[in-house]
């Protein structure tokens, strides 16, 4: 399996369940409010639902499920750092503190590298020897 697959099998459902968190806790926030001014709210009236516990919980699950995303892209970028050469804690503390952003900007890296050798390999004068 390839690296970037590896990532995207971890990513991929936390940033989905980060997505539907972050969607629910929104609608939650503004059925709440507009319950609180209206003193009104059907849905949780007639469920019996504590609207005020589920909205503390999403909110604690919520910077929760960012950290995971950031600590799956800083392992990752750690594993193949590491694989091609590179400096991998400092590329998994980047990924960490930075997110997906930092997978982009290591692999712009990784190709000005393999560009720039490539570019070195084609200018050096032939050998007198070969």
């Known amino acids: 399996m390839k690296d970037l697959e590896k990532l995207l099998l971890w990513f ?7 997505y ?19 003193n009104k709210s ?10 005020q516990k589920v909205i503390i919980i999403l909110s604690a699950i919520k910077p929760l499920l960012a950290f995971a995303t950031k600590i799956a892209v800083a392992i990752w970028l750690f594993l193949v750092a590491k694989k ?6 400092l590329w998994a503390f980047f990924g960490a503190v930075t997110g997906v952003v930092s997978i982009a900007i ?17 200018s050096s004068p032939p050998s007198v020897l070969s």
């Open 12 to 18: 991929i459902p936390l940033f989905i369940l980060e």
């Open 20 to 38: 539907i968190v972050n969607t629910s806790l929104s609608w939650l926030l503004t059925e709440y409010t507009g319950a609180f001014i209206d």
């Open 42 to 51: 059907q849905l949780f009236k007639e469920n019996n639902i504590d609207l």
């Open 84 to 89: 091609h050469g590179a400096k991998p804690f």
């Open 106 to 122: 290591f692999y712009a890296v990784l190709i000005f590298e393999k560009q720039e050798l490539s570019e070195k390999k084609q």
